[in-house]
């Protein structure tokens, strides 16, 4: 499988604080994207970094990308209660994205 | 705009009963694909299709059937569905494939339970 794998599994933190998420990956990559899924519901795209970038930013959000690593992270800063959500990352591969497992986030308030 | 809608939401079966899950876009998008999400695995390609009247497998295709005789819609079916069915089911579409730089909008979900 191609699938990713992120890291951690899951993480809680205090309202403020910063989380950190990774994600690796195994093959090549056209570009990685970032994905936020809230219990029950489905995935909302956050943000997407191409192979040739190494860093990105939108709002709260920072994505980092080392290909050399097949590696990406995922920072959000002064977190809230409504970031509590599970985080995916997914390649994009020829037609195909492959999803990592996710990490579950929760932010206690 | 609705976006990406999925019917049904909930659905039950019984071990060898077939159904059909109805994904509706109204984004003019090319691409559309279904996934199924299980505890711990993450989403998993099921079959996608690149356009109209098109289709492919993804990951684990085996056991499911799809059809796009419509752009804006894609269907996916269980023949006789089985216990390792049970799973929820996310649509998605997107305007372009993976090689370019878009995003996937996806649907709510279809929780299916097979008994």
């Known amino acids: 499988s191609q699938q990713g794998e992120e890291d951690p599994q899951a993480l809680s933190i205090q309202e403020g604080e910063n989380a950190t998420m990774n994600c690796s990956y195994k093959?090549?990559?056209?570009?990685l994207q970032w994905y936020r899924q809230n219990s029950g519901r489905g995935l909302v795209h956050l943000i997407l970094i191409r192979s040739n970038e190494r860093e990105k930013h939108s709002g709260r959000l920072r994505v980092t990308l080392d290909t050399s690593k097949k590696s990406s992270s995922l920072l959000i800063t002064a977190s809230r209660a409504a970031d509590t959500a599970s985080y995916f990352c997914a390649t994009g591969i020829g037609n195909q994205f492959y999803f990592g497992t996710g990490t579950s986030l929760t932010v206690i308030p | 705009n609705a976006g990406v809608t999925q019917t049904p939401k909930f659905r039950v079966l019984k071990t060898g009963q077939s159904m059909t899950l109805l994904c509706a876009q109204d984004m003019n998008h090319e691409y559309m694909y279904w996934y199924r999400q299980d505890p711990g695995m993450g989403l998993r390609l099921i079959h996608y299709s690149v356009g109209e009247g098109t289709t492919a497998k993804g990951e684990v295709p085996d056991g499911y059937n799809v059809s796009r005789l419509k752009k804006q819609n894609f269907l996916l079916g269980l023949e006789s569905a089985a216990p390792s069915q049970t799973s929820v089911y996310f649509c998605?579409?997107?305007?372009?494939?993976?090689?370019?730089?878009?995003?996937?909008?996806f649907g709510p979900g279809t929780r299916l339970t097979v008994l």
């Open positions: 998605a579409s997107s305007k372009q494939g993976a090689t370019v730089y878009n995003e996937q909008f």
């Open positions: 093959t090549s990559i056209n570009n």
